[in-house]
């Protein structure tokens, strides 16, 4: 069955570093990848899609690259900030073996110091 | 625009009481889904619904669980009797129903079992 894993559970990082989180899939191919932000006591916000046909894309502060090869997808957040102190969740597109739900990691939590 | 709305945000309740969690899609979106958080496993699909028609229900854990979309703009979620292991966080999430547009997650049900 696919798996999904973020590899670190907590991130530390200062306030103008960049942060860099990773997503590793296995036993799949997916269309499509994507990143969400969940802060304490709320619901998942969308951030960005990448297809499989997109090496990168970026939104603001925000870059993500997604590797067919490697079966990997890097979240990178520059010039960081306090205020991006959160869990970051990737998520696959099912489609290939769930009929297209989406399969979620288990979220990696940043916290950004001043 | 409202979001999705859910309804209880907080839900405590003893051992084989039946509990009943509300959602309210964003109008306009024709599919939604229930989500399932614990620290353990993450965030889980539960079920999913297109036009109000269950198209997916292999997440739901067991019978106890059941799910209803009696019209585009409602949904519940039900588990009768609860146990302490359903105590978790409950998402809905609604979107269009081309599956690569992007899900929109309501607040979450925070469910307590004693």
């Known amino acids: 069955s696919q798996k999904i894993e973020q590899n670190s559970e907590a991130l530390n990082i200062q306030e103008g570093k960049t942060a860099t989180l990773t997503c590793n899939y296995t036993n799949y191919s997916p269309a499509y990848l994507q990143w969400y932000r969940q802060d304490p006591g709320r619901g998942p916000v969308f951030l960005l899609l990448?297809?499989?046909?997109?090496k990168e894309k970026r939104k603001e502060r925000l870059k993500v690259t997604f590797d067919t090869t490697l079966k990997q997808s890097l979240f990178h957040i520059t010039a960081s900030q306090p205020a991006d102190s959160a869990t970051y969740l990737c998520a696959l597109d099912g489609y290939g073996g769930s009929q297209g739900n989406l399969i979620f990691g288990k979220g990696t939590k940043l916290s950004v110091k001043p | 625009d409202a979001g999705v709305i859910q309804s209880p945000r907080h839900e405590v309740t003893e051992m084989g009481q039946e509990v009943t969690l509300r959602c309210k899609p964003i109008s306009g979106h024709n599919s939604l889904f229930w989500y399932r958080q614990t620290m353990m496993r993450g965030l889980e699909l539960l079920i999913y619904f297109n036009n109000n028609v269950p198209i997916d229900d292999s997440g739901m854990p067991e019978d106890r669980f059941s799910a209803k979309m009696p019209n585009a703009s409602f949904s519940t979620l039900k588990i009768q009797p609860s146990e302490p292991r359903d105590s978790a966080v409950y998402f809905c999430?609604?979107?269009?129903?081309?599956?690569?547009?992007?899900?929109?997650f309501g607040p979450g049900t925070r469910l307590l079992v004693l």
């Open positions: 999430a609604s979107t269009w129903r081309d599956r690569r547009e992007t899900q929109y």
């Open positions: 990448i297809r499989e046909n997109e």
